[in-house]
T-cell receptor, first 116, second 110 residues
Framework: KAGVTQTPRYLIKTRGQQVTLSCSPI?????VSWYQQTPGQGLQFLFE???????NKGNFPGRFSGRQFSNSRSEMNVSTLELGDSALYLC???????????????FGPGTRLTVL | GQSLEQPSEVTAVEGAIVQINCTYQ??????LSWYQQHDGGAPTFLSY????GLEETGRFSSFLSRSDSYGYLLLQELQMKDSASYFC???????????FGQGTELSVKP
């Protein structure tokens, strides 16, 4: 099975712009989660989608949004970019139905976003 | 709130054994997971403890004690390739969010 893929791998934007990142989960996985990773804050949970519905949400401002399509592919959008949004954005998919039990997360390689 | 605490850095020599601790404050969770992340790479799943006790997977073992709010990852017969960051994580019963510790950077020296 192909792993989780994310596009683009690298992105440079300027303050005030918006950006859309894409994630394709492992075939058959219906849960997709997004994380922001920075050296100072570690891995921070953004949101989780399951069957096109947002199932959980982290503590990020409304500038961060996401969606999931019927084929389980997911996108996240960040509007009005700030310097502090520079980070590695990781997507992970899971086969879990209930979000509990083993619930192994399979991570993609990430999108490195730099905001200038 | 909910938080997980890990040491920021650990150094050990090749062939040795190292233990990475994870203490947590959370009202309830499904289980404790461990992930490994090499520099520039994606986190990969290592181990999961749903119940108290020890889980062994090759050179890696993980332990959980809910009564002590504590878990650890044990790496035996350390190899240079084990140099990486290690994260503990729990999925909260309240809300279902997956919460990660800050990560422990393990350096294995020859």
């Amino acid at each position: 099975k192909a792993g989780v893929t994310q596009t683009p791998r690298y992105l440079i934007k300027t303050r005030g712009q918006q950006v859309t990142l894409s994630c394709s989960p492992i075939s058959g996985h219906r849960s997709v989660s997004w994380y922001q990773q920075t050296p100072g804050q570690g891995l921070q949970f953004l949101f989780e989608y399951f069957s096109e519905t947002q199932r959980n949400k982290g503590n990020f401002p409304g500038r961060f949004s996401g969606r999931q399509f019927s084929n389980s592919r997911s996108e996240m959008n960040v509007s009005t970019l700030e310097l502090g949004d520079s980070a590695l954005y990781l997507c992970a998919s899971s086969s879990s139905l209930a979000g509990g039990s083993t619930d192994t997360q399979y991570f993609g390689p990430g999108t490195r976003l730099t905001v200038l | 709130g909910q938080s997980l605490e890990q040491p920021s850095e650990v150094t050990a020599v090749e062939g040795a054994i190292v233990q990475i601790n994870c203490t947590y404050q959370t009202s309830g969770f499904y289980g404790l997971s461990w992930y490994q992340q090499h520099d520039g790479g994606a986190p990969t799943f290592l181990s999961y403890n749903a119940l108290d006790g020890l889980e062994e997977t090759g050179r890696f073992s993980s332990f959980l004690s809910r009564s002590d709010s504590y878990g650890y990852l044990l790496l035996q017969e350390l190899q240079m390739k084990d140099s990486a960051s290690y994260f503990c994580a729990v999925r909260s019963l309240a809300g279902g969010k997956l919460i990660f510790g800050q990560g422990t950077e393990l350096s294995v020296k020859p």
